[in-house]
């Protein structure tokens, strides 16, 4: 058995959760602070430690002490055993689907290759869509378990929701698949490696950029993320499905909000940005110029920055659009996103056939 190998894929998996769960708080922060600059008032900004506020950045750990110390309060009427199991299971599939994304391409020490991705599964993309389609029953549960008509309302409008973008989700992917024949998410970066007529990068927001606007609104609505946030409104549901919850029980659901943000970023990246690539430098170029390690810290850099833009595209997209009605919501992923989504297939075989990718 090699225990080595074992022990580097434990590592890889827990630097790369123990990244992205530090990562939600710090989206807490940035969320309020972008929010703070669209609109042109003030942000978080009082609470200190030593009167050290350090631009806002200690309100993460006073919500984190907040949901640790609120009262953590059952309602009698609620389902005990399910309104507990509720945000863990949306939570759970939320942390798992970091495993398959690629940050780097290989990492070469004492003679051992070791791949920047924790598991390169055969099943690529398909392993985030079953695990991301889970979510769907942590939210449907949240809302019956509370025996709340308002959460229950949340829960199913958020099922709806769901189950109607999966399909243009699903369908708006495999235009790429198509044109890069793999589904392996290493493959699909590498293969954006290539360059077109020699200058241009063969990233997926060039060879399918119809189906990158689609996946990326369906992406906002997977995360149920404004202007798709239907399954919370305020104005006629409180706060939705979560509308019973308190304390760190309400944290979870918030975590897990944030972790499917952050993977859909990390898909957006992964599929039609390049993933990890530099422009116009190949993984083998890079490592002659700077070695293996620096190398694999600039690619690694290269897919943060990316990640980064498109986290701050979803706090820009909250504070700037305003929500659909439910039946906009529901036309548009029927009406428009299905369809169009349909016909990108249709265009890329039509394309392959003829030989022009």
């Known amino acids: 058995m090699d225990w ?12 790369v959760f123990g990244l992205v769960f530090q990562a939600v708080p710090i989206m807490t922060w940035v969320e309020r602070r972008g929010s703070a600059f669209i609109q042109n008032r003030l942000g978080p900004n009082r609470v200190n430690i030593a009167g050290f506020a350090l631009f806002g ?6 919500d984190a002490v907040k949901f640790l110390w609120k009262e953590d309060y059952i309602p009698s009427h609620a389902h005990r055993a399910f309104y507990l199991m509720a945000p863990v299971l949306l939570l759970i599939p939320a942390s798992m689907t ?13 003679g051992r290759t070791i791949q920047l991705q924790v598991a390169d599964l055969n099943v690529g993309i398909l392993y985030v ?11 449907v549960l949240a809302g019956w378990a509370s025996n709340n008509k308002y959460s229950l309302l949340g829960g199913v409008r958020s099922s709806a929701q769901m189950i109607s973008y999966e399909l243009s ?6 235009g790429i698949l198509m044109i890069y024949g793999a589904i392996q998410l290493d493959e699909i970066v590498l293969g954006q490696g290539e360059m077109l007529w ?17 996946f990326l609104a369906a992406v906002f609505a997977e995360s149920n993320r404004l202007p798709f946030d239907l399954p919370e409104a305020e104005s006629e549901l409180v706060v939705g499905y979560h509308t019973e919850y308190s304390a760190m029980k309400f944290g979870l659901f918030m975590m897990a909000e944030y972790m499917a943000m ?11 940005f390049g993933g990890w690539q530099i422009p116009f430098v ?25 990640l980064v833009f498109f986290l701050w595209l979803f706090v820009w997209v909250r504070w700037t659009l305003p929500r659909f009605r439910y039946d906009q919501l529901m036309n548009l992923g029927w009406k428009f996103l299905l369809e169009a989504a349909l016909i990108n297939i249709l265009w890329v075989a039509f394309v392959i056939l003829m030989g022009w990718a």
């Open 57 to 62: 950045l200690i309100q993460p750990l006073a």
């Open 282 to 306: 190949t993984s083998g170029e890079l490592r002659e110029a700077v070695g293996a390690v620096p190398a694999a810290l600039l690619q690694a850099g290269s897919f943060s920055t990316k």
């Open 129 to 139: 869509f079953a695990l991301s389609s889970l979510s769907v029953y942590g939210i």
């Open 4 to 15: 080595t190998g074992i022990g580097i894929s434990l590592l890889k998996a827990l630097v």
């Open 169 to 174: 989700l699903g369908l708006s992917v495999v």
């Open 198 to 214: 020699g200058w241009l990068p063969k990233w997926g927001i060039v060879t399918q950029p119809l189906a990158f606007f689609l």
């Open 98 to 110: 970091f495993a398959v994304i690629p940050f780097g391409d290989v990492l070469i020490l004492g």
């Open 262 to 272: 952050i993977t859909g970023s990390m898909l957006v990246v992964t599929l039609f």
